[in-house]
């Protein structure tokens, strides 16, 4: 199947610096990519739908301005979270379409963010 | 818009033994299931989806899981448990194809006793 890879995958940041992960499609063109967020022991919670070339379209109560999402090429999705704080530690993984194969979602292995 | 409910946390077996792994969904069209196995600190790995046809879909490892319009239901199901099948299960289901995402259920952990 289709690969998705993140970096990095884990990082540890001090309270009040950004974090940018990347993600990316490795062997095909992902015109749509998707950011997760799993708190432990939870389930993966959609934060936003990111289409390349335009902005992200944010699920309910994600702050847009704290987490940044850009999908500037077909095969790379970058994630920042800004100012992060500790309640911003998780586990946080991309999922990526492909275009050619309509019902598939590939996921990446995702990244632990811990802040300090 | 569509769910996914997993009702059990927690699922026990012994080793040898058939394991079922519950999920009920719920969608406006037809629904697209899936279902996914994250190890500790590891993304999701696939396991097996039903788009149409056959109600019982073969995936990885040998797991298999059973489409049932009627019940809305789309158990995980294996014949014989491995310890090492010990993790954290997702039914996923998305209700037309294109760009909308994946919506997942709260998980299932299962946990295999030799």
């Known amino acids: 199947g289709a690969v998705v890879s993140q970096h990095p995958s884990w990082v540890i940041c001090k309270s009040g610096t950004s974090v940018k992960i990347e993600c990316r499609s490795l062997d095909f063109q992902a015109t749509t990519m998707f950011w997760y967020r799993q708190f432990p022991k939870q389930s993966l919670m959609l934060m936003a739908t990111?289409?390349?070339?335009?902005?992200?379209?944010?699920e309910q109560g994600v702050e847009k301005d704290k987490f940044l999402i850009n999908h500037a090429s077909l095969t790379l999705s970058t994630l920042t979270v800004t100012s992060a704080h500790p309640e911003d530690s998780s586990f946080y993984i991309c999922s990526a379409r492909d275009p050619l194969a309509v019902y598939e979602q590939y996921f990446g292995p995702g990244t632990r963010l811990t802040v300090t | 818009a569509q769910s996914v409910a997993q009702p059990e946390d927690q699922v026990n077996v012994a080793e040898g033994n058939p394991l079922t792994v519950k999920c009920t969904y719920s969608?406006?069209?037809?629904?697209?299931l899936f279902w996914y196995v994250q190890y500790p600190n590891r993304g999701l790995q696939f396991l097996l989806k039903?788009?149409?046809?056959?109600?019982l879909v073969k995936g990885s490892y040998g797991f298999e899981a059973e489409f049932n319009k009627s019940q809305t239901s789309f158990h995980l199901k294996k014949p014989s448990a491995l310890v090492s099948d010990s993790a954290l299960y997702f039914c996923?289901?998305?209700?037309?194809?294109?760009?909308?995402?994946?919506?997942f259920g709260k998980g299932t952990r299962l946990s295999v006793i030799a």
């Open positions: 039903y788009i149409t046809g056959d109600n």
């Open positions: 990111s289409n390349e070339g335009s902005k992200a379209t944010y």
């Open positions: 996923a289901v998305r209700d037309i194809p294109g760009n909308t995402p994946l919506v």
């Open positions: 969608v406006s069209g037809n629904p697209y």
